[in-house]
């Protein structure tokens, strides 16, 4: 299988506080890593695709500086998101893929991180 | 237009029935096809994906791809209350992997 783990499952922090979440890939290298927000009753939205050893490429409207993205390893991306605020309360879902397979590649996700900021 | 669409639902079938999913997508260049079953607070999960015109079997899922339509669809045979779940289209095209996903299908399979 493709098995795509995060941690933290759930965290609850304060508003101007920043939290970190890991996203690895168990059982593959993963040259792809991407960082999806979900809220409530929408779709995914993509937020930053990470490449492992570069810098990530974010969509637009997301701010960089306020969603640190480092990709270490081919196994390791983390996303910090820094001085949350309650409307960053969100679910937080990383996804890899294996890379190499063109058309045939596919999005493996992990569990999600659900973040609340009081 | 959006650039993935699905109705959003629900669709509501009774146990044993086919379920079926569509998917329709604006970008001709699309080059792969996804289904993912999300169940409510967890992440997606991947059901299967489909990249040539035609159908694609994998136990009780139907894939179904029409380039042409630029529609593809997701047929579940015999449907059980476990596969009660939102459906998520999503679709690739180029090198990036990026996927674009619709807002998926709301199924609830009645016992």
């Known amino acids: 299988g493709a098995v795509v783990s995060q941690h933290p499952s759930w965290v609850i922090c304060k508003s101007g506080t920043s939290v970190k979440i890991e996203c690895r890939s168990l059982d593959f290298q993963a040259t792809t890593m991407f960082w999806y927000r979900q809220f409530p009753k929408q779709s995914l939205m993509l937020m930053a695709t990470?490449?492992?050893?570069?810098?990530?490429?974010?969509e637009q409207g997301v701010e960089k500086d306020k969603f640190l993205i480092n990709h270490a390893s081919l196994t390791l991306s983390t996303l910090t998101v820094t001085s949350a605020h309650p409307e960053d309360s969100s679910f937080y879902i990383c996804s890899a893929t294996r890379g190499g397979r063109g058309i045939t590649d596919t999005q493996y996700f992990g569990p999600g991180t659900r973040l609340t900021v009081l | 237009q959006k650039e993935v669409e699905q109705n959003s639902g629900p669709l509501s079938v009774p146990e044993g029935a086919i379920a079926s999913l569509n998917c329709t997508y604006s970008?001709?260049?699309?080059?792969?096809f996804f289904w993912y079953r999300q169940y409510s607070g967890k992440s997606p999960e991947l059901i299967m994906f489909i990249y040539s015109n035609g159908d694609k079997e994998d136990g009780r899922f139907t894939a179904q791809l029409n380039k042409a339509s630029q529609y593809v669809s997701l047929l579940i045979r015999d449907s059980q209350p476990s596969d009660s779940a939102t459906y998520l289209c999503?679709?690739?095209?180029?090198?990036?992997?990026?996927?674009?996903f619709g807002k998926g299908t709301l199924l609830t399979v009645n016992p």
């Open positions: 999503a679709v690739m095209k180029g090198s990036n992997y990026k996927l674009t």
């Open positions: 990470s490449n492992e050893g570069s810098k990530a490429t974010y």
């Open positions: 970008d001709r260049g699309s080059q792969s």
